[in-house]
T-cell receptor, first 111, second 114 residues
Framework: EPEVTQTPSHQVTQMGQEVILRCVPISNHLYFYWYRQILGQKVEFLVSFYNNEISEKSEIFDDQFSVERPDGSNFTLKIRSTKLEDSAMYFC?????????FGAGSRLTVL | AQSVTQLGSHVSVSEGALVLLRCNYSSSVPPYLFWYVQYPNQGLQLLLKYTSAATLVKGINGFEAEFKKSETSFHLTKPSAHMSDAAEYFC????????????FGIGTKLQVIP
């Protein structure tokens, strides 16, 4: 069964450092998303992406965040200068037939 | 704006008992509704979805949910709980007909007691 692949599974970084989280969506999907889940809290929408541009973003997705599809397969989330409160599990998803398929997540720990 | 409310952040059932996880939605347009399950330290797995076809939807692992427009509900049920059902369950909503974002509820953690 096709799946969404995320790397790394866990990243530890120092506050103020840049982080790039990578995702390989399902190959024939055209819509991509990033969500995050702070420990013990709900899954929150960050951004959706279609046709090489952001289609919607939440209040959380401020200027510190950016997304990119640098080639035909990868979809990345960049956090320019990480803060302690960015520590969370980040989920990538892609949409086919109106259903989001999620990756296993990347756990980001900011020290 | 669309939203879902999950009643009960923690639910405990005995093994073999009925599982009922409650979800109510709010949407100004016909919704698509989903239940996702998250096992410890894992990602989100789709259990089932309602996309305006049959109101009773069957999913994986013996779960099902019924869309009730009059009650704005989409409760998740399973006749007989198994130990392996222990996980966190998220109800989610999106607008029908498109590739809109999905909005999640706060989640219900299901504990199954042997």
């Amino acid at each position: 069964e096709p799946e969404v692949t995320q790397t790394p599974s866990h990243q530890v970084t120092q506050m103020g450092q840049e982080v790039i989280l990578r995702c390989v969506p399902i190959s024939n999907h055209l819509y991509f998303y990033w969500y995050r889940q702070i420990l013990g809290q709900k899954v929150e929408f960050l951004v959706s992406f279609y046709n090489n541009e952001i289609s919607e973003k939440s209040e959380i997705f401020d200027d510190q965040f950016s997304v990119e599809r640098p080639d035909g397969s990868n979809f990345t989330l960049k956090i320019r200068s990480t803060k302690l409160e960015d520590s969370a599990m980040y989920f990538c998803a892609s949409n086919g037939a109106n259903v989001l398929t999620f990756g296993a997540g990347s756990r980001l720990t900011v020290l | 704006a669309q939203s879902v409310t999950q009643l009960g952040s923690h639910v405990s059932v005995s093994e073999g008992a009925l599982v009922l996880l409650r979800c109510n939605y709010s949407s100004s347009v016909p919704p698509y509704l989903f239940w996702y399950v998250q096992y410890p330290n894992q990602g989100l797995q789709l259990l089932l979805k309602y996309t305006s076809a049959a109101t009773l939807v069957k999913g994986i692992n013996g779960f099902e949910a019924e869309f009730k427009k009059s009650e704005t509900s989409f409760h998740l049920t399973k006749p007989s709980a198994h130990m392996s059902d222990a996980a966190e369950y998220f109800c989610a909503v999106s607008f029908s007909g498109g590739y809109q974002k999905v909005t999640f509820g706060i989640g219900t953690k299901l504990q199954v007691i042997p």
